[in-house]
C-alpha cells in the first residue's frame, strides 16, 4: 500500500515551454524592480540624487520603470503561482494522490525558504507572503469559474477602500509594524542619515544581518501599508482560474479572448501607467487613496496586456529558438530569484565590489539585465545535464518525501 502511494505522488513531468517562457521573462522585470535597492539608489536623499551627473537621465529611466516595470512583473509571477497551484492539484489527482497535502507541504517549504531569504540575504522578499496567501488557495479549489472571479476583482479592489478608510479616519494597521521598525533601527543606530550608506559602509556580514533585521519589520510595514496581500491574493485566484480552464495548453482556441485581453489591457493599462508614474514621482499630490486607484487600473490592465501579447507571439512564432532560451531561467525560477539576491549583495554591498550608493539608476538597470543574461547562460548550461534547478531539486524531494535523480541520463 505505500509503495502505491509513493508512486501516485509523483509530480506529472510535461512541461509547458509558454509557462516557463513567461515565468522567465518575469524574473527579468523581477531584477529591474528590485536591483535599484539593492544598488541603494532608492535609498538615497533628492539632494543626493539631484547631485548625480546621470540625476537628468536616471529621471527618465525612473518614469520608465513606473510606467512598464512596477507592479507588472510580480503580477505575472502570481498569476503563474496560482496556475502551478491548479496543475499540482490535477496532477496529484489524476495520480490518486491527496494534492491539497501535498500542496500545503510544498508551501511550508517555500515559507522556510521565504523566511531564511528574508533574514539573511535580502528585505525586500516575496517568498514569504506567497506561501502564506498560497496556504489559502485550497479554500477556493470548490469555488465556481464565476464564484473565482468574483473573489479575485474583490480582492483586487478592497485596497481602495482600505485607504479610503484610512484617510477618512486616521487609524492604519500599519503604524504597529512602523514603530516596530524604527525602534529595531534605533537598536542598532540605523537612522535616516545614514540608511543609504549603511550597506555600502559595512564591511562584515553582521552589519549587513542587522540591517536585515530592520529590514524584516520594514518589508511587514511595506505589505500591511500596501494592502500586498490582498493583491496577491486576487492574483493567485486569477491564476487559478486560467489554470483551471488551461488556457495556456489551447492558445490557438483563444486567439480571440488573447487579443480582447491584450487591446483592453493597453488602452486602459497604459495610459492610466502613465498617470501613474508621475503621481509615484511627485508623491501621490492627488492623495494615497487616488494613487492607489491609479495602481488598481494600470498595473493590473497592463500586465494582463503583457501575458496575452506574450501568448499570441508565442502562438504565431512557435518556433522560435528565443522562447525556448527564455525557458531556461524559469524552469529554475526559485534558484534564480535566490541567485539574484546574491549577486546584488556581492555587487553593491560593502563585503563586495561596494558600488552601492554611487551607481546610476541607470548603471543600475544596465547591470540587472547583464545579470539576467547571465542566469539565462547558466540556466541554459545546468538545464543541459541535470533535470532541474538546485533549489528546485530540494523542494521538489522534501515535497513528495522522495528521492529524484538530478542528473540527466
Not at 486616521?170 to 525602534?183: I, Q, T, V
Not at 492610466?272 to 494615497?288: D, E, K, Q, T
Not at 535566490?338 to 555587487?347: A, H, K, N, R, Y
Not at 539565462?376 to 529524484?404: A, C, D, I, N
Amino acid at each position: 500500500m505505500s509503495k502505491q502511494k509513493t508512486i501516485s505522488a509523483e509530480p506529472v513531468k510535461k512541461r509547458y515551454v509558454v509557462l516557463d517562457m513567461l515565468r522567465g521573462l518575469a524574473l527579468l522585470g523581477i531584477i529591474m524592480a528590485n536591483f535599484p535597492e539593492f544598488s541603494l539608489w532608492t535609498f538615497q536623499t533628492e539632494v543626493t540624487l539631484s547631485a548625480m551627473p546621470s540625476a537628468h537621465s536616471d529621471n527618465i529611466m525612473h518614469w520608465f520603470l513606473y510606467i512598464f516595470v512596477d507592479g507588472k512583473f510580480y503580477t505575472l509571477f502570481s498569476l503563474l503561482f496560482g496556475i502551478g497551484f491548479s496543475i499540482i492539484i490535477n496532477n496529484c489527482q489524476k495520480r490518486g494522490a491527496n494534492g491539497i497535502v501535498v500542496f500545503y507541504r510544498r508551501m511550508a517549504i517555500l515559507a522556510i525558504i521565504g523566511l531564511a531569504h528574508l533574514l539573511l540575504l535580502w528585505s525586500g522578499d516575496i517568498l514569504l507572503l506567497y506561501a502564506l496567501m498560497g496556504m489559502l488557495l485550497p479554500l477556493f479549489w470548490r469555488c465556481s469559474d464565476k464564484g473565482l472571479l468574483r473573489w479575485a476583482a474583490l480582492f483586487l479592489i478592497i485596497p481602495i477602500f482600505i485607504d479610503l478608510i484610512r484617510q477618512t479616519s486616521g487609524f492604519s494597521l500599519a503604524e504597529y509594524p512602523y514603530r516596530a521598525w524604527w525602534d529595531k533601527c534605533g537598536e542598532y543606530g540605523i537612522t535616516e542619515e545614514n540608511f543609504g550608506t549603511w550597506l555600502h559602509d559595512s564591511d562584515s556580514y553582521s552589519g549587513i544581518h542587522q540591517f536585515l533585521m530592520q529590514g524584516a519589520w520594514e518589508r511587514l510595514w511595506e505589505f500591511v501599508e500596501g494592502n500586498r496581500y490582498f493583491k496577491v491574493l486576487g492574483l493567485f485566484l486569477i491564476g487559478l482560474y486560467v489554470g483551471r480552464q488551461r488556457l495556456y495548453a489551447d492558445l490557438r482556441n483563444r486567439i480571440r479572448l488573447l487579443k480582447c485581453i491584450l487591446y483592453i489591457g493597453v488602452v486602459i493599462g497604459f495610459p492610466l501607467s502613465i498617470v501613474y508614474g508621475w503621481s509615484a514621482m511627485n508623491g501621490h499630490p492627488w492623495g494615497n487613496v487616488w494613487h492607489t486607484v491609479l495602481y488598481t487600473f494600470s498595473v493590473y490592465p497592463l500586465s494582463f496586456a503583457y501575458v496575452a501579447g506574450l501568448a499570441l507571439m508565442y502562438n504565431r512564432f512557435e518556433n522560435l529558438h528565443i522562447w525556448k532560451l527564455l525557458s531556461y531561467p524559469g524552469r529554475m525560477a526559485l534558484t534564480n530569484y535566490l541567485l539574484q539576491s546574491v549577486l546584488g549583495i556581492v555587487l553593491f554591498y560593502g563585503i563586495g565590489f561596494g558600488m552601492g550608493s554611487e551607481t546610476s539608476l541607470v548603471s543600475t538597470e544596465c547591470m540587472a539585465v547583464g545579470v539576467y543574461c547571465f542566469e539565462v547562460l547558466v540556466s541554459f548550461v545546468w538545464l543541459r545535464h541535470f533535470q532541474f534547478g538546485p533549489t528546485e531539486w530540494v523542494w521538489r524531494m522534501l515535497t513528495y518525501k522522495r528521492y529524484f535523480k538530478i542528473q540527466k541520463s
